[in-house]
């Protein structure tokens, strides 16, 4: 059996020195405003995986007025999504993404970024893809006022 999964989150941008995007540090003159980390993309894939289960969405199992997440290491919140995931006795097949940034440039920090998401994911780097565009200049993400991800992702059984 098969199921796929679809997930979508945004952050805003505030002064800062540095994002983190699918696990990756990324040096910029902005910040997310977020409870957690902020990281768009490892809660877009979170999104992807419980779609794929039917389990809600992030902010059912993680509540941003809960203490414990507040700074939470997105990566930590993908551990658990896997562990339920695998629970029920599935796998990644592959997973597809797509950040839309005006700034900064992701292209140096795609491969990282495959990296630690397939470690995550318990699957191998070709079974990773990572992609971006800005919105030429359009929209929120146009204006540079902040970042959206998308995912999708096969699971197995
Ligand atoms: N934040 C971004 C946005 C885009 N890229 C790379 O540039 C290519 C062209 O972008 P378009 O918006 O004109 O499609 C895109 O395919 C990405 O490879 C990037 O690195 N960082
Ligand atoms: C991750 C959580 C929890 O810290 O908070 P945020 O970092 O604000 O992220 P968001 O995608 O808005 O929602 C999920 C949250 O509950």
Redesign the pocket.
């Known amino acids: 059996m098969m199921r796929i999964g679809h997930g979508y ?3 805003r941008f505030q002064e800062g020195d540095h994002i983190t995007l699918g696990g990756v540090r990324i040096e910029h003159n902005r910040s ?9 993309l490892l ?1 877009a894939i ?2 992807a995986l419980l779609g794929a289960l039917a389990l809600g ?10 203490p414990r ?4 290491d ?1 990566r930590q ?1 993908l551990q658990t999504v896997m562990c339920m995931v695998e629970a029920r006795g599935w796998q990644v097949v592959n997973l597809d993404s797509t950040i839309q940034a005006q700034a900064p440039k992701m292209a140096p920090h795609i491969d990282a970024m495959r990296s630690i998401i397939a470690q995550e994911l318990r699957v191998s780097e070709g079974q990773v893809n990572v992609k971006a565009t800005t919105t030429e200049s359009l929209g929120f993400v146009g204006r540079k006022e902040g970042i959206a991800a998308h995912a999708v992702v096969l699971l197995e059984q």
Not at 59 to 64: A, E, K, L
Not at 69 to 72: K, L, M, N, V, Y
């Open positions: 989150d945004v952050h997310f405003v977020a409870h957690s980390d902020g990281d768009v809660h979170c999104d969405d992030i902010g059912r199992h993680f509540p941003d007025t809960d997440f507040r700074g939470a997105s919140l």
